[in-house]
């Protein structure tokens, strides 16, 4: 497995014929270029069904792409296993093909050994992502869970046995702190009206379960006369506890319903038939929240005046045409940028904050909550999901209570 090169179909002249290099072996693909792609797919494909053994880890300091690729096939092997996740192996995989391909003046990361390696390689990395924001501390934290998890098996003797990337500093944890009132949900809703996306809504608020968990549910999950959701241990996160999701009589209702009209695959689909997703789910939250801003500027009498339309006679000048559609695009640009600053970002995770904390709120006990929640312990719902301090009655009613008023 090469971290930082795919190798890619090339084209020799002299023998008039399509190659691509292999394991140092030059592959023959045939002399028609839309022939030899196909072919090349297929080679591809086929290599990437083998199973993938460690590489040979050299005598001396392990490079570190070496070490990377040792973890990447062990990490392959709990997914075929089915105690990880698909998604976890691109996870790290994005990261560590990323920091691979990494170079400076000064150095190449391929060409670094396991000794040489420093956290310095790895903030000038992250740092040379502008766009990364709450990505930088999950690309740190895959590059160190590697060398942490090599340390453990007995890669990285050269070394000490220890992780060169221990004193790795990562950015603070940022906090979900968006919560969703009563009227901000039925105002989303009102927004919404397809009933695709309005059911992935209502099931989230009615059962404040994880985004993951919506996307995958299916027929044969469900226990209608229970009512739970109950996921197989290969689809519940950690792989070791079977995940049960508990019904509301409006989630039972909704659920109901696509239990018959699809008794097989995800139940929840958007209006292209195809499983909701991340980006499909942003999507949708990105056009709500653009049009609760432009909502927000009808009520501030923030919106630009419109650009009056062009008369006959000035139509026929392609000169004025011209800067005529500039001001429109202009307008309809400032529009927009407007409508973001105004509007609220919603999401999937503040929904699920919302109910625990509603749920903590309305009296139920942590142990009850982090049981509806899919948590093992409370400790997650005191750390990260309890955002009680946001709710400032129920918390000066509960200071009137220490002193018994």
Same mark, same amino acid.
């Not at 300091?61 to 998604?87: C, I, N, S």
């Not at 004025?320 to 995770?349: D, W």
């Given at each position: ?6 190798p ?26 839309q ?9 591809m ?18 490079l ?11 990490l ?51 740092d ?15 590059v ?9 098996a ?41 009933r695709?996306? $309005?059911?992935?809504?209502? #099931?989230?608020?009615? !059962?404040?379960? @994880? /985004?993951?968990?919506?996307f995958? %549910?299916?027929?044969? =999950? ?39 009209? $699809?008794?097989?695959?995800? #139940?929840?689909?958007? !209006?292209d038939? @195809? /499983?909701?997703?991340?980006?499909? %789910?942003?999507?949708? =939250? ?39 559609? $500039? ?52 400790t ?26």
């Amino acid at each position: 497995m090469d971290l930082y090169h795919t190798p890619k179909p090339f084209f020799r002249p002299k023998k008039n014929r399509w190659y691509v290099e292999l394991d140092g072996k030059h592959i023959n693909l045939g002399p028609d270029e839309q022939a030899a792609r196909a072919k090349y797919h297929e080679i591809m494909a086929a290599r990437a069904r083998e199973p993938k053994a460690p590489p040979p880890l050299p005598s001396g300091h392990p490079l570190v792409v070496v070490v990377f690729d040792a973890y990447l096939a062990w990490l392959d092997k709990r997914v075929q296993e089915g105690t990880k996740a698909q998604r976890t192996y691109g996870w790290y995989k994005k990261f560590l093909s990323s920091f691979a391909s990494f170079q400076t003046a000064d150095y190449r990361v391929r060409d670094l050994t396991v000794d040489k390696l420093e956290p310095v390689h790895v903030y000038q990395w992250v740092d040379s992502h502008a766009g990364w924001k709450t990505g930088k501390r999950g690309a740190m934290i895959a590059v160190q869970r590697v060398c942490n998890w090599a340390a453990r098996a007995g890669l990285l003797k050269s070394v000490g046995g220890r992780s060169p990337l221990t004193s790795l500093e990562k950015p603070q944890q940022g906090r979900r702190e968006l919560l969703i009132s009563e009227e901000e949900y039925r105002e989303v809703l009102g927004l919404v009206e397809d009933r695709e996306f $309005r059911d992935l809504l209502e #099931l989230s608020w009615e !059962t404040g379960c @994880r /985004p993951h968990e919506l996307f995958t %549910v299916e027929a044969a =999950f469900v226990d209608l006369d229970t009512g739970r959701w109950v996921f197989p241990i290969r689809l519940s996160k950690g792989k070791k506890v079977q995940r049960v999701v508990y019904l509301s009589e409006r989630a039972l209702e909704i659920t109901r319903r696509l239990v018959a009209q $699809r008794p097989s695959g995800p #139940l929840l689909l958007n !209006t292209d038939g @195809r /499983p909701w997703c991340v980006s499909s %789910v942003k999507c949708r =939250f990105q056009i709500i929240c653009r049009n609760l801003g432009r909502r927000r500027l009808r009520q501030l009498a923030l919106v630009p005046a419109k650009i009056p339309r062009l008369k006959a006679d000035e139509r026929k000048d392609p000169a004025i045409r011209t800067e005529h559609e $500039r001001q429109v695009l202009e307008r309809r640009q400032r529009v927009n940028e407007l409508a973001k600053q105004h509007g609220k970002r919603f999401n999937l995770y503040a929904i699920r904050h919302t109910y625990i904390t509603e749920s903590l709120v309305s009296g139920l006990d942590a142990v009850t909550v982090s049981v509806l929640a899919g948590h093992r312990d409370t400790t997650m719902i005191s750390r990260v999901y309890a955002h009680l301090a946001e709710k400032h009655e129920h918390m000066r009613q509960a200071a009137k209570k220490v002193r018994g008023a």
